[in-house]
Nanobody, 115 residues
């Protein structure tokens, strides 16, 4: 089991920035990838960004060039720097970890971008 705790959400104006952080505990040695999904009201949860244990990263097209994911394998944390935020980025952001078999989720943190 992996426990994930997110922090850093909030309210920001369009064009602004926020940084989300996620700390992992529990069976952290089994973690392969960590990353972020988001879910807006009435929508399905969608992929945002991912960082592997070897340092490779991937992003959804909608956030490329604006969001940057970083991972600290010593501190067992993953962060998401979000710049040039748009109202359509408003959602609950969920941290996840993947061990090759199971995906674990954090409780989610709200990000609201006002126009």
């Amino acid at each position: 089991q992996v426990q994930l705790v997110e922090s850093g959400g909030g309210l920001v104006q369009a064009g602004g920035s926020l940084r989300l952080s996620c700390a992992a505990s529990g069976s952290i040695a089994s973690i392969n990838a960590m990353g972020w999904y988001r879910q807006a009201p009435g929508n399905e949860r969608e992929f945002v960004a991912r960082a592997s244990s070897l340092g490779s990263t991937s992003y959804a097209d909608s956030v490329k060039g604006r969001f940057t994911i970083s991972r600290d394998n010593v501190k067992n944390t993953v962060s998401l720097q979000m710049n040039s935020l748009k109202p359509e980025d408003t959602a609950v952001y969920y941290c996840y970890s993947w061990n090759g078999r199971s995906k674990y989720w954090g409780q989610g943190t709200q990000v609201t971008v006002s126009s």
